[in-house]
């Protein structure tokens, strides 16, 4: 069968979700259930006080004393009110529907189920009242009130294709049975009994419901998080079964992250009572100097299966390979077993492998994410845990050689997966069933806009049987202009502590620009920008100070990461262009060994890439229709104020970036270069370079033009 969800709209309005219906009615059918049992069998010793009481009930729910007598089967309008009574539809709200063979005494439960969306008419203007009410019209019925879903793929030769879904939920959850291996029994009458018996395996409550609120990529964006916060507390309170989680990359983005270097936003974060972490790749943006004080002062624990910190001196004695039911916050562990009201829930993180590359995690390690992953899963059922989340920042569909698709296909007994690093908008879970227990998978887009909400059900063998989700937006507001979520007073006080700081640092204006300065996604990712040669510029003007024989830059496309509008340029500009404060680099390097980097500068093109150069001190020309490897036609460097072409045996002295230095976005050949020593660090920080570079010139004013530093012969 294919998973069940339960959608948040009814035609007409909003209904509550199926596991608040079920508290709701339990009482009553309860009572019905019971009633029942007594019309189909009276006990002998019944007192007549209680027999009179049960009658009244009857009656009050809608049911004709002849159907009580009769017992043979059931019309549909007596279970249409019947149904009314049960649910406890508001009769009052639902406009008259235009049927003329509904009785008076049953008008309101029509209407209420119509515009419920519950049921129909035989026809625009008859109910087809004292018509015999079908199985199948009673299965589509329940299945629609208690917003069940199930496959559309049955075998039934009498079930209609429109219903196929609503007939197979039925199945689904039991609580009905097919007549045979070809048909349902769609059209056969139904007792009074049986449509009883129907409610009360409806509203039977699935064995564990779990709620998970959850959010990725952060990116230091906090200055909405007290409204966040409201959204956590207003989606966890009522619901004791819940868990906010958290799949990494708090780090770098904002001045936020500049000034106190993810210390704001853990403030936040301690406040919001995560329950668990899972690292991104910018968390070692800076080494793990500065990730450890964020851990050291953590109230939640983390959980990493693939990240091993064993050789770093600074961060091994936070690690505890095991996966434990008793965390301490500010640890590390493989996982780590919530009991959530009573039930065991286990919670293991991945972290991608590309943060090798991608980001300056020095000695610490990342381990093959499928392999961990699998042990992880077996360690949990070894400690009879069977609801198993998997924490993760590798990306949703990430081209990167790992993600969640992946991992939910590779790894079986994963009932859920959050996840980070792609940035991924799911505004609807996404469901694998390659095996006999469903994954579900979520990600929460980025740079908290969104609060991501999951809401699932486990039957008595932890399977996930139905699962429920929606992205809320953080920064929704009504109809008035306010928004829906306010402040929470105790986070917005938190944040009135940093606030003043950055903005003060937003208002430090420090030169002008007469032109837009194009930068960000695609745009630094696919082409040469002038915001790509101005901070290249700047960094080749730096370098040379340093080292004058210094005579190229390269800028990678990805660090460029917005452009700026033609005007004051303030020091919060230049940060939100350069958010990660990569440090300075001088390599010597080999001019075939530049050459093979600038193959794989655009080995993605035309498509964007992160690894895309920005230059300086150089042109070169391109094909992107040839084979990657073979693209690259012609190369010259500016020495002295003239070009000349690129010789592969002579060295050159070439200025980059700390992080594309040691081999980030895939850069193997600058790997190569750094580890042989190579590498020069002078120490400085890319904005206070960029920012340097924009005040020395006259007035503080730059103009940068495309020069035709690069160019694709393809296009």
Same mark, same amino acid.
Do not use: C
């Given at each position: ?6 959608p948040y709209q009814t035609k007409g309005e909003r209904y509550m979700k199926f596991r608040l219906k079920f508290y709701r009615m339990l009482a009553i059918i309860t009572m019905v259930v019971a009633l029942a049992g007594t019309l189909v069998a009276p006990a002998v010793d019944a007192k007549t006080a209680d027999r009179q009481n049960e009658a009244r009930f009857i009656q009050e729910l809608g ?29 009052? =709200? *639902? ?27 035989? /026809? ?14 009673? *299965? ?6 208690? %917003? ?20 197979? /939920? ?26 009883? &018996? ?130 301490h916050d500010g640890k590390i562990y493989d996982g780590i077993i919530k009991n959530v009201n009573g039930e065991k829930v286990g919670i293991f993180g991945l972290t991608t492998a590309e943060t090798t590359s991608i980001s300056s995690p020095g000695d610490v390690r990342f381990e093959e994410y499928i392999n961990s992953a699998k042990a992880s899963v077996k360690a949990f059922k070894k400690q ?52 006999? %227990? ?47 979520? *306010? ?9 009135? =502590?940093? =606030? ?100 794989? &500068?655009? /080995? ?24 990657v490897g073979t693209r690259v036609q012609s190369v010259e460097i500016n020495q002295n104020g003239e070009y000349t072409s690129l010789v592969d045996t002579q060295t050159y002295f070439a200025a980059t970036n700390i992080f594309t230095a040691k081999g980030g976005d895939g850069y193997s050949v600058f790997a190569d270069i750094y580890a042989d020593g190579r590498v020069s660090e002078p120490g ?32």
């Amino acid at each position: 069968m294919r998973p069940i969800s339960w959608p948040y709209q009814t035609k007409g309005e909003r209904y509550m979700k199926f596991r608040l219906k079920f508290y709701r009615m339990l009482a009553i059918i309860t009572m019905v259930v019971a009633l029942a049992g007594t019309l189909v069998a009276p006990a002998v010793d019944a007192k007549t006080a209680d027999r009179q009481n049960e009658a009244r009930f009857i009656q009050e729910l809608g049911v004709s004393s002849q159907s009580m007598k009769k017992q043979r089967s059931i019309s549909r309008i007596d279970a249409a009110a019947l149904m009314a009574r049960a649910l406890k539809l508001d009769n009052q =709200k *639902a406009p008259k529907t235009n049927f003329t063979d509904v009785p008076k005494s049953s008008q309101k439960a029509v209407n209420s189920l119509v515009y419920a969306g519950i049921l129909d008419g035989k /026809s625009k203007n008859k109910f087809g009242s004292y018509e015999p009410l079908t199985r199948g019209e009673l *299965a589509v019925w329940i299945a629609k009130a208690f %917003e069940l879903k199930g496959s559309t793929v049955t075998d039934f030769s009498d079930v209609p294709a429109k219903h196929a879904e609503r007939i197979g /939920s039925i199945l689904l959850y039991g609580i009905a049975e097919s007549i045979s291996d070809t048909e349902f029994g769609y059209n056969q009458k139904v007792s009074l009994s049986e449509l009883i &018996s129907m409610l009360q395996l409806a509203l039977k409550a699935p064995d564990y419901q779990l709620r998970v609120l959850h959010v990725n990529d952060t990116h230091a964006n906090i200055e909405n998080t007290p409204r966040q916060i409201t959204a956590i507390d207003e989606h966890r309170n009522g619901n004791t079964n819940n868990l906010l989680l958290h799949a990494g990359d708090v780090f770098s983005g904002t001045l936020y992250f500049n000034e106190f270097k993810g210390l704001a936003d853990l403030e936040l974060m301690n406040l919001a009572g995560f329950d668990a972490f899972t690292f991104g790749n910018h968390e070692f943006d800076l080494g793990t100097e500065t990730l450890l004080p964020f851990v050291q002062s953590a109230e939640f624990p983390f959980v990493s299966a693939n990240v091993d910190f064993s050789d770093d001196a600074l961060m091994k004695r936070f690690q505890k390979n095991t996966y434990t039911a008793k965390p301490h916050d500010g640890k590390i562990y493989d996982g780590i077993i919530k009991n959530v009201n009573g039930e065991k829930v286990g919670i293991f993180g991945l972290t991608t492998a590309e943060t090798t590359s991608i980001s300056s995690p020095g000695d610490v390690r990342f381990e093959e994410y499928i392999n961990s992953a699998k042990a992880s899963v077996k360690a949990f059922k070894k400690q009879g845990v069977d609801k198993i989340i998997a924490l993760t920042h590798i990306g949703y569909n990430d081209g990167g050689g790992d993600n969640d698709l992946e991992l939910a296909n590779q790894v079986e007994g994963i009932d859920i997966i959050v996840g980070g690093h792609s940035h991924s908008q799911l505004n609807e879970p996404v469901v694998v069933d390659k095996y006999k %227990e469903m994954t579900v998978i979520v990600q929460a887009n980025e740079y908290s806009k969104y609060l991501g909400e999951l809401d699932v059900s486990f039957d008595k063998k932890g399977q996930v049987i139905a699962y429920d989700g929606e992205l809320i937006s953080i920064d929704a507001k009504n109809a008035e202009g306010s928004y829906i979520f *306010a402040e929470d007073p105790a986070a917005a006080q938190i944040l009135a =502590k940093y =606030k003043p700081v950055v903005d003060a640092k937003k208002k430090q204006v420090v030169g002008t620009t007469a032109v837009d300065l194009i930068g960000g996604n695609p745009a630094a990712r696919t082409g040469e920008t002038n915001l790509g040669n101005l901070i290249a510029d700047g960094m080749l003007d730096k370098a040379k100070a340093i080292n004058p024989n210094t005579v190229i830059a390269l800028q990678n496309g990805g660090g460029v990461r917005t452009t700026l509008k033609a005007g004051p340029i303030t020091l919060a500009d230049v940060m939100t262009v350069l958010p990660f404060s990569n440090a300075l680099a001088i390599m010597e390097i080999s001019g075939a060994a530049l050459k093979t980097a600038l193959e794989h &500068s655009v /080995s993605a093109a035309p498509s964007a890439s992160g690894g895309y150069l920005q230059v300086a001190g150089m042109r070169f020309t391109y094909d992107s229709s040839k084979p990657v490897g073979t693209r690259v036609q012609s190369v010259e460097i500016n020495q002295n104020g003239e070009y000349t072409s690129l010789v592969d045996t002579q060295t050159y002295f070439a200025a980059t970036n700390i992080f594309t230095a040691k081999g980030g976005d895939g850069y193997s050949v600058f790997a190569d270069i750094y580890a042989d020593g190579r590498v020069s660090e002078p120490g400085f920080v890319d904005w206070e370079i960029f920012s340097d570079y924009i005040q020395s010139f006259p007035e503080q004013t730059v103009s940068p033009n495309v020069e035709g530093r690069i160019i694709d012969v393809a296009n």
